[in-house]
């Protein structure tokens, strides 16, 4: 407790998930030393103590409360079945964990893998979806470069994580059924301490700013007063748009904040409705 007391946070050592964790932190305002060979550093500035670790490891030291909160993904969570909360969503490194068969292959359904052998590292989640499925399969848990097991008749199907899809490409497969969307997410330990929550949610109080500044961007056009009305209605900005009259007689400037999902067709009717001189921002932080 007291001045000393710190939030322990679990992180990947090194791998995919590693820089965007520390460029989370980053945009947090949370500086910290990360020296190449360290197992732990000390935030600068902020009450937080960072731990880098395997990402297989995260949820254990996370459920032990060694580390009170982890960035992993949630592949590896679920997987791992520890007993941690998830605590947000964090929206980077999304792949997906797929079953991909040979290309060449006949695949109607599921029932394709009736008594089929499949090679995965995710043997857990592979087996619940094969009971929720009533398929009968054998699981063949292999650690590395799943992709090749079909090609050298060690298995008939694969379940491995899937981003570009251009592994399994390369590799003569095709991808045939989902089983679970994954991303980077903050977990928690189940047992804070109140002291250790506050500091939690000073952290994601910070998150959250950050994650919505990701998500929008700050417009500005200029746009002719009789098609202002018709403008403003398609922004919406935070509250309303702001307003400004230009120095040239007649117009306006206008500026608002735009969701990334809308973006490129408000822009097209923005354009269409009289708009010019278009600008977009990003923005850094975004506190509603
Ligand atoms: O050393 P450590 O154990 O910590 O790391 P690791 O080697 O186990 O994990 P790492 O760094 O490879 O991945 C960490 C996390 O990143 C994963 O648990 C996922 O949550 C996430 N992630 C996102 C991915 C991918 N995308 C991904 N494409 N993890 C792995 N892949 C691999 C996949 O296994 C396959 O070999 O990339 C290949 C497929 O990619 P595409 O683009 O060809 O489809
Ligand atoms: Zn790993």
Known sequence: MGSKMKLKLAIQKSGRL???SIKLLKECGIDISNGANKLKTEATNFPLEVFFLRDDDIPQYVEDAVADIGIVGENVVYEKNKSVELVEKLGFAPCRLSLAVSRGENYRDVKYLEGKKIATSY????????????????IHEISGSVEIAPGIGLADAICDLVSSGSTLLTNGLKEVETILNSQAILIRNKKLSDPHQQLLNKLLFRIQAVKKARNNKYVLLNAPNDKLKEIISLLPGMKSPTVLPLADEGW???????SEDEFWDKIEQLKAAGAQGILVVPIEKMVI
């Open 252 to 258: 306006s400037s206008v500026h608002s904040v735009l």
């Open 123 to 138: 043997p857990s989640l592979v087996q619940k979806y094969l009971d929720e499925h009533k398929i009968n399969a054998e």
């Open 18 to 20: 590693h820089e965007d």
